[in-house]
């Protein structure tokens, strides 16, 4: 069976304009219009259809509660992340990183080697950017790394979605070093493994963080022909 195309440019479109929020309005997202981004991020494939992700969102006090706790838990414990973070940049990948953190940084005024500066910026991870919602990520831990490339397929989805409905997004991998806070907060059992999360909402289009785009590489420099 041959699958009639859609309009390419409505994907384009979706991946050209969406980029990741640093700072949100306070206004909430209707539960209408989330539910909307669950249903069509439901669609995501995953190996063997396993479906591996629990997404935890919160709203309202909710949200207050656990921006509160989790504010005070990273500056008095260590990171613990369910899956360990990278333990070198090398290359393009720390050039790139680099890249992004001083276009960061000078969209709100950092200079460059201000360390005080930046790691309080970085700290805006933990207020989830003034965020109305969090979404944490979970997948079985029985499914090992496929269980977590596949919540990382549904986490983009939930990306475009929510840039559909004109909802703001930002993935974050920091939360995640705070594992056993997530645990606790959101009663998770041991056999989920935190993945990352991803705070939501209205994007506050004055504030100098959402000012950047960051780059993307040609590609030709990702892929490779075998004729």
């Not at 921006?67 to 393009?92: C, H, I, M, N, W």
């Not at 974050?172 to 594992?179: R, T, V, Y």
């Not at 997530?182 to 963080?209: M, N, Q």
Request: hydrophobic share 35%; charged share 20%.
């Amino acid at each position: 069976m041959t699958e009639s195309p859609v309009p390419s440019g409505e994907l384009r479109s979706l991946l050209d304009s969406r980029s990741s929020c640093r700072a949100f309005r306070p206004d909430p997202v209707p539960r209408s219009t989330i539910e909307q981004i669950l249903e069509m991020a439901q669609r995501t494939p995953s190996w063997c259809n396993t479906q591996p992700w629990q997404v935890a969102i919160t709203e309202g006090e909710g949200t207050e509660r656990f921006r509160k706790g989790l504010s005070e838990y990273v500056r008095s414990s260590p990171q613990e992340p369910d899956f360990p973070f990278p333990t070198e940049y090398r290359g393009a990948y720390g050039a790139r990183r680099k890249e992004c953190a001083m276009q960061l940084y000078a969209s709100v005024g950092i200079a460059a080697g201000d360390r005080r500066a930046s790691a309080e910026q970085t700290m805006k991870n933990f207020d989830l950017f003034d965020a109305p919602h969090v979404a944490i990520i979970t997948t079985d831990a029985a499914l090992g790394v496929y269980g977590a490339v596949d919540c990382g397929l549904y986490v983009n989805t939930f990306l475009l979605a929510a840039r559909s409905l004109g909802v703001a997004t930002v993935p974050q991998a920091a939360l995640a070093g705070s594992a056993p806070y997530l645990r606790s907060f959101f009663d998770l059992t041991e056999d989920r493994k935190v993945v990352c999360s991803i705070s939501f909402g209205y994007a506050d289009e004055s504030h100098p963080a959402n000012g950047f785009r960051t780059t993307r590489a040609d590609v030709g420099t990702v892929a490779s022909w075998v004729s």
